[in-house]
């Protein structure tokens, strides 16, 4: 079994190796995805809004991702614009008629 380090702040864990700063992120070993694609078919109904919210309030300032359906997506849109205003900057990649793509971006 591998070893578990148990540490007192999130600053101490993050800093537990030397070539990552305490901005870097997770440090589970992987690298952040240049433009993560995220295609929303693939999520539950019941928790597909509450998930899609989760990934989009989830990226750093400037970061941007892909939002993928089957169908334009105006009622997520209607409701990011209401529960962020202008914090997120959206454009459509792709309008349909099988795919919608939108690039969501974090505008701080």
């Known amino acids: 079994?591998?070893?578990i380090e148990i540490h007192r702040s999130r600053s101490e864990a993050t800093n537990q190796s030397p070539d990552q700063s305490p901005t870097a992120g997770c440090t589970c070993g992987e690298a952040d995805e240049e433009l993560p694609e995220l295609d929303v078919q693939t999520i539950p109904h019941a928790v597909r809004h509450a998930a899609i919210f989760g990934a989009i309030e989830s990226l750093r300032p400037g970061?941007?991702?892909?939002?993928s359906a089957t169908h334009n997506p105006i009622p997520l849109l209607t409701q990011l614009q209401a529960k962020h205003g202008g914090a997120f900057r959206t454009r459509y990649l792709?309008?349909?008629p099988e795919r919608w793509r939108i690039l969501v971006r974090n505008a701080a």
Not at 63 to 67: D, K, L, W, Y
């Open 63 to 67: 970061a941007a991702m892909v939002i």
């Open 94 to 96: 792709d309008e349909g």
């Open 1 to 3: 079994m591998g070893h």
